[in-house]
């Protein structure tokens, strides 16, 4: 008995329980990339499935984001299965995947054996034997109580207590060549397809380098990120000291009623890292400008006015200046590709008017600024003037901040740039790791629910376009600032469950932002939620959920 599978809107007939992978095979040179899963009407398919109905199918590469994040999966674990393979079970305490770097995931490793470049590089050459014998990645369900056992006898502790506040009554379970592991999300059909990576040693750790999807068959040079590597280190220290290193950790304190404590803990660290800030401005020493970028939902406004106190703590008196109220006039605003207004250009700025008035600023005289009218698309002047003394300060806030082109006429000597993201320290387990962009779009996600009535399907849709403006105005700079502030709260998506979860739901299953709502549900599902009542009003978090005493 045959099947009809439409595929690029032409029928084709196969025998039923044909599996994707065969199919893919006859579809394959009509994509420039290696096909990895499988849309069946329009549902994401591993392509181990087998087709036993009449239905569409379309095709995911690597190149596509699904297909990437599958590949890196399936990356992690041929390195662990080659891992364990030469450093011996016994020998290995924890090897965790902790952060993303640039191309790269900087990864953890404790145990009897030292680790060394020699080391290393036998790992690597394990992992090219695998991929190599193109090995089948096989999965089997067995059930959460088993699930724990499992893990239990694998030492993988981080996932047994992960599988302890599951409520669903079965796991899936990956299995290469006798090596099992627990992944949240799909993995790729065998090893062979995972040709290109390499692992290097860095920081005490190594570093796994795969391409990105832009280009999935090129593993670029790193290139190191001290800066955000650091960040992310002291993050990391944060999460040990308060012994919460993974979603299982969280989900003890929410159920022991210990939350409070380890909010306001949360809440002091931030604090404390806000006043040091403030504490390096003043001894740096004439400083005038406070530039502070980052990207989408990190936080900024909140910071910049809980900054903007410490500033006064330590003797300044800080003026905000919003970047946004020097857009040029909408009609003059640059385009992108598709003919959409690109706001997020450095030339949807009127640079050369923002520059006279700082430098005017720093030069002493009295200056009117601005305040952009995002109803009329136009430039307002309200008798907002302004003139700094010796004891005044600037704190500007706008996404180019750290880009020395936005502020071309002032000196560096004169600048403090400050880089904020929210840079999630929390792992699900050890090998599955949250991703900083998940814990932003969810953030994003309900700030647009609460202050402009957007849906989660239209901040979904526009998230890949957010992503590109970000790669292309802010990411490039994040190393010149003089400081990195770490917005991302470990307790945070616990309570932001409660607002994500309804308007995620409210997605329709049948259009296609309902796989990336799908997505964010089931990682959600790995939390308890916990309510956001005795969360401070001057939180970061606030911004998001609403209540902030800043008013934002």
């Known amino acids: 008995m045959n099947v009809k599978v439409e595929i690029n809107n032409k029928i084709h007939e196969y025998p039923q329980n044909t599996t994707l992978l065969e199919i893919s095979r006859d579809f394959q040179k009509e994509f420039n990339h290696d096909i990895i899963l499988a849309f069946v009407n329009q549902k994401l398919r591993e392509l181990f499935k087998p087709v036993s109905e009449d239905c569409s199918v379309r095709f995911v590469t690597t190149a596509d984001d699904a297909g990437h994040k599958t590949y890196t999966r399936g990356m992690i674990l041929v390195m662990l299965k080659a891992f364990y393979a030469e450093f011996g079970s016994e020998n290995i305490d924890k090897v965790s995947v902790e952060y993303s770097i640039g191309n790269g995931l900087y990864c953890d490793y404790t145990g009897k054996i030292p680790l060394s470049m020699e080391r290393i590089n036998a790992v690597k050459e394990r992992m090219r034997k695998i991929i190599n014998k193109d090995l089948p990645f096989a999965k089997r369900s067995i059930g959460t109580d088993d699930a724990i056992e499992l893990f239990r006898h694998y030492h993988m502790f981080d996932k047994e207590k992960l599988f302890r506040y599951r409520r669903v009554s079965k796991a899936n379970i990956y299995n290469l060549d006798g090596f099992e592991d627990y992944y949240y999300g799909y993995m790729p059909p065998s090893s062979g397809m995972l040709k290109y990576f390499d692992l290097l040693d860095y920081e005490g750790g190594f570093l796994l380098l795969m391409p990105e999807n832009k280009t999935p068959t090129i593993v670029d040079p790193f290139i190191p990120q001290k800066k955000l590597f650091y960040t992310l280190k002291e993050s990391n220290q944060w999460a040990k000291m308060m012994n919460i290193e993974n979603v299982g950790a969280l989900n003890d304190i929410v159920a022991q009623g210990k939350m409070n404590d380890l909010i306001l803990v949360a809440e002091a660290l931030q604090e404390k890292k806000i006043s040091d800030i403030a504490e390096a401005i003043k001894m740096a020493g004439g400083k005038k400008f406070i530039m502070i970028a980052g990207p989408s939902s990190s936080g900024k406004t909140t910071f910049s006015h809980r900054l903007s106190i410490q500033l006064k703590a330590h003797g300044f008196k800080p003026h905000p200046v919003a970047v946004d109220n020097y857009f040029v006039d909408r009609e003059k605003t640059p385009k992108d590709e598709y003919g959409n207004y690109n706001f997020e250009s450095l030339h949807a700025i009127d640079l050369e008017q923002f520059n006279q008035d700082m430098a005017d600023l720093m030069n002493g005289k009295n200056v009117e600024i601005p305040n952009f009218n995002f109803i009329t698309g136009r430039r307002e002047y309200k ?83 957010v992503r590109r403006g970000e790669e292309e105005n802010i990411f490039p700079f994040q190393e010149d600032a003089d400081i990195m502030f770490n917005s991302a709260l470990i307790y945070e998506l616990a309570v932001l469950k409660q607002y994500a979860e309804p308007i995620l739901f409210g997605i329709d299953r049948n259009c296609e932002e309902y796989v990336e709502a799908k997505r964010l549900l089931k990682f959600l599902d790995y939390f308890i939620g916990t309510p956001s009542e005795t969360v401070p009003q001057n939180s970061i978090l606030k911004e998001f959920v609403g209540g902030s005493c800043f008013h934002v």
């Open 383 to 465: 008798g907002n003037y302004m003139t700094l003394g010796p004891d005044d300060i600037l704190v500007i806030e706008g996404i180019h901040g750290l880009n020395d082109a936005l502020s071309y006429s002032l000196p560096r000597e004169s600048k403090y740039k400050i880089y904020i993201s929210a840079l999630t320290q929390l792992n699900i387990d050890e090998h599955n790791r949250i991703p900083t962009t998940d814990g932003r779009l969810l953030r994003r996600m309900v700030r647009d629910a609460r202050t402009r009535g957007a849906s989660a399907k239209t901040t979904i849709s526009m998230w890949p376009s």
